[in-house]
């Protein structure tokens, strides 16, 4: 049986935008380090996605040293120093059904937001102050996440985009899925059965399969929706369930520690 690896990892700093590929990351309970810990909201407090804003995927969020810089198609690069605040003003946000209490970014950040999007919109940061549990139908008492969608992390084998582009009219990218982690020498959904691995030296809970929306059909490179909604038509064919359209495991980390890409992976 081919030897399991971990080849590619990813984290998406501000919820929503582009990601950052890596060759390793500290694993916090929370997920993958700086991973959705920054987001978007509007004047309501509600979180902001590229679902209803594609462009958001043009955002690029980056690190200069302790600095949070953010760059986008038309705007000039905004660095802000303050890329972690602790303390200071903070805001009430949702996120889905959660509400929450983050800590602002700087009012430049909010202006550089507004201008690019074109609507009035806030940066919040998720510190240690603002607690958000995963969903208690799938976690253990005191599990927490990050601003992701449902849970820490998510994990695709590279042979199920492999299999998936075998049956689509268009090469599909692993960036349309925006996994954390990919993993290599299994065969295509072989993640559909795990419930539990370790990964290097961290071991993960394998809660749910991840049920994916039309964010899916939009190009990351262009912010173009498919016009007919590739690639979660095709997928729609072979792998809906009872909870919906099925690619990917979500995952619960047990531990912390740091990946490498290379670390061997073991089903447990």
Request: with cysteine.
């Amino acid at each position: 049986m081919p030897e399991l690896t971990l080849t590619q990892i990813s984290y998406y700093p501000l919820k929503s935008t582009a990601g950052i590929n890596t060759r390793q990351t500290d694993v916090e309970p929370r997920g993958l380090k700086d991973d959705r810990r920054w987001m978007l909201v509007d004047v309501h407090g509600r979180f902001l996605t590229a679902r209803e804003h594609p462009q958001l995927l043009q955002i690029k969020a980056g690190f200069n040293a302790e600095a949070l810089t953010l760059s986008a198609p038309g705007m000039p690069v905004l660095e802000l120093d303050e890329a972690r605040p602790d303390g200071g003003l903070r805001l009430d946000v949702t996120v889905w059904r959660d509400q929450l209490n983050a800590a602002a970014m700087p009012v430049t950040a909010d202006v550089w937001c507004s201008e690019y999007l074109g609507l009035g919109c806030r940066l919040v940061y998720m510190d240690e102050q603002c607690e958000r549990a995963s969903d208690p139908d799938y976690s253990l008492h005191g599990d927490r996440v990050s601003f992701a969608d449902g849970f820490p992390c998510l994990l695709i084998s590279k042979a199920s985009l492999d299999d998936l582009n075998t049956r689509t009219p268009l090469a599909i990218s692993m960036r349309r899925f925006r996994p954390n982690l990919v993993i290599s020498g299994c065969e295509a959904y072989a993640e559909d059965g795990w419930q539990r691995l370790r990964i290097g030296a961290v071991e993960f809970a394998a809660v749910k399969a991840c049920t994916r929306c039309v964010l899916t059909t939009v190009d990351p490179d262009t912010s173009e929706k498919h016009p007919e909604m590739e690639p979660l038509r095709t997928l729609g064919g072979y792998r809906r369930t009872e909870r919906g359209i099925a690619f990917g495991k979500n995952l619960i980390p047990r531990g912390t520690g740091t990946l490498w890409v290379g670390d061997p992976v073991e089903i447990l």
